[in-house]
């Protein structure tokens, strides 16, 4: 693992208060679980330079599974309604999810907050999402 990554899940770790990492790290992924229970995988990819995110926001009932993908791909657009992230589907598992990466570069050298502030965004976007996949799971959503 590189340092910059280190010294950015270090920040994190201080700006949320979490308890010290293993030393060292058992993988390149890092699990943050969000008050809601849904939980964000940040993840770095050396080969590539980039970080990545992710949150498997939730399920979703087969019958709405029309209305759901019309959803997502409305929000997909353009990155309409996620923020520069992309949300996509499991259909075997009924699952849908959000992903975001970045270079790495863009957080380092005084930009680590920018780090932070980044994750604490996801986590918002995410946990908007899996209050609109229950509705729209439940026939509540815009995209009927």
């Known amino acids: 693992m590189t340092d910059p990554y280190l010294n950015l899940l270090e920040v994190l770790r201080s ?3 979490l308890p ?3 030393d060292p790290l058992p993988s390149t992924q890092f699990h943050l679980e969000l008050e809601n229970g849904l939980t964000i995988t940040i993840d770095w990819h050396p080969e590539t330079e980039m970080v990545e995110f992710f949150s498997t926001i939730g399920t979703y009932n087969p019958e709405r599974e029309a209305q759901v993908m019309k959803a997502l791909m409305q929000a997909n657009y353009l990155w309409a309604a996620t923020a520069g992230g992309t949300l996509s589907a499991r259909p075997d598992k009924k699952e849908i999810y959000l992903a975001y990466q970045s270079p790495i570069i863009a957080f380092v050298e005084g930009r680590e907050e920018d780090f932070v502030n980044l994750v604490g ?3 918002a976007i995410a946990s ?4 609109l996949l229950q509705e729209l799971s439940e026939g ?4 009927s």
């Open 15 to 17: 700006h949320y208060q």
């Open 128 to 131: 908007d999402w899996n209050v």
């Open 140 to 143: 509540k959503g815009v995209a």
């Open 20 to 22: 010290a990492f293993p």
């Open 121 to 123: 965004k996801f986590g």
